[in-house]
């Protein structure tokens, strides 16, 4: 159908049953739910027709076809996307320059639904980067742009792959001095940002080490609350306190009062409601925080109050799922099975002992067969070929044949 679409003498009332024919055979697969198989080629054939600037399509039918080209797109990319995708990526990547605002858009959608169907794409990308260099800062920027909404469904550990491979090949060779051009410097700052904004390893476990340092903090903190009655009196508060007596703390604290002071008059003076409303928020926070605090410090210490009955009830229910477990188990083994289970175990031992005295037996007789008609075998050597040389004169009156049958 696309031949007819691009002809020149087609009129508008054949364009028009081509594009409801295409239509309905679309939806009845959106419905059916099933498998049309649309081949890459097929496939941007039909997306270069939709974008092309000078064809020979009615304006309101180039609008239909844009409009069913999410519709073609899913059918082209449903079937085995882990291993399909692959075909569609490179046309997708090198159409992408040279693409219309419009078409741009449905390339840069369909390359990163690649690289989320088909691990393979990245591999693609890397190959292609050196011959589509422009193209390919073109998805970087629109994967940059749209940073959080993309990396949710992206592999991130294929993406950093990735940015490295693209980062160390745009990186200039030690000792030799490279002018980059600027899409390359470009898209070497973008693979920079975004390594940096997936983080590496050694930065997830210093941040795991950070959380379980400040928890293991602030259970010491609770703690030291609980035992001493109060935060003055606890070793935590005396510390504080000592090194609030410190010169350099109490100089510190009045430079800050001081400065403190001198934005509170400037923000009274030419702004009151701006200062009241930071005030308000302020209070809020505060209380908020404060109310968290208490209400932490009351359950860690009905913890510590009742760690004997926590403990004990862990303990019961526990053994209660102990128990449950073992029931269920003991009511599947019936002594009925058990007995059963065990006879027939019995059973096919007997029988397997059987079989093996009797592969044993036959074994043997196989062995002495062997050994017999190796004997045999040797004599008939013996006797034809060492003792009795085989001559012509014996071939011709026919004695070896006759001693071959002895």
């Known amino acids: 159908m696309l031949p007819l679409l691009q002809g020149k003498k087609t009129e508008k009332p054949v364009q028009d049953f081509i594009v409801r024919c295409l239509?309905?055979?679309?939806?009845?697969?959106?419905d059916s739910?099933?498998?049309l198989e649309i081949t890459p080629c097929d496939f941007f054939g039909y997306f270069d027709l939709v974008f092309t600037v000078n064809s020979n399509l009615y304006p309101h039918i180039q609008v239909l076809m844009i409009?069913?080209?999410?519709?073609?797109?899913?059918?082209?990319?449903?079937?085995?996307?882990?291993?399909?995708?692959r075909s569609f990526f490179p046309s997708l990547l090198i159409r992408l320059h040279a693409s219309g605002t419009?078409?741009?858009?449905?390339?840069?959608q369909y390359l990163v639904e690649c690289l989320q169907g088909d691990s393979q794409c990245w591999l693609l990308w890397q190959q292609m980067y050196s011959k589509h260099p422009t193209n390919s800062l073109i998805l970087l920027e629109h994967i940059h742009g749209n940073w959080k909404a993309v990396t949710k469904t992206l592999n991130k550990t294929a993406l950093k792959q990735t940015l490295d491979y693209l980062t160390m090949t745009l990186s200039p060779t030690s000792g030799k001095a490279v002018k980059l051009k600027d899409s390359q410097r470009r898209s070497l700052e973008l693979c920079t940002d975004m390594s940096h904004a997936l983080g590496s390893p050694v930065k997830a476990a210093f941040k795991l080490a950070l959380v379980v340092m400040l928890t293991l903090a602030t259970a010491y903190i609770l703690h030291d609350v609980k035992e001493f009655g109060s935060f003055k009196a606890s070793r935590t508060g005396r510390v504080c306190t000592t090194l609030l007596q410190h010169n350099a703390v109490k100089q510190s604290m009045a430079t800050a009062q001081k400065y403190g002071s001198t934005v509170h008059e400037y923000g009274m003076k030419h702004s009151p409601v701006l200062m009241e409303y930071f005030y308000t928020i302020c209070n809020s926070v505060s209380s908020t925080l404060t109310l968290f605090a208490l209400t932490a410090q009351t359950n860690f210490n009905y913890v510590l109050d009742?760690?004997?009955e926590i403990t004990?009830?862990?303990?019961?229910?526990?053994?209660?799922?102990?128990?449950t477990v073992y029931g269920t188990v003991t009511s599947l083994a019936?002594?009925?099975?058990?007995?059963?289970?065990?006879?027939?175990g019995l059973q096919y031992m007997a029988l397997g002992r059987v079989y093996v005295a009797q592969g044993a037996e036959y074994g043997a007789q196989?062995?002495?067969?062997?050994?017999?008609?190796?004997t045999l075998a040797k004599a008939y050597v013996t006797d034809n070929f060492i003792n009795d040389p085989v001559t012509v004169e014996r071939l011709k009156a026919g004695d070896w044949l006759l001693m071959s049958g002895r």
Not at 23 to 30: A, H, L, Q
Not at 317 to 322: D, L, R, S
Not at 334 to 344: A, G, I
């Open 23 to 30: 239509e309905d055979i679309v939806n009845e697969c959106g």
């Open 33 to 35: 739910k099933q498998e």
């Open 67 to 85: 409009e069913m080209l999410d519709s073609i797109k899913s059918l082209s990319f449903a079937l085995t996307p882990d291993k399909r995708l």
């Open 102 to 108: 419009s078409q741009k858009g449905y390339v840069l």
């Open 306 to 308: 009742n760690r004997v």
């Open 312 to 323: 004990e009830q862990v303990k019961n229910v526990t053994m209660e799922a102990a128990e």
């Open 334 to 344: 019936r002594p009925e099975n058990v007995q059963w289970l065990e006879d027939t």
């Open 366 to 374: 196989g062995a002495q067969m062997a050994e017999e008609q190796f």
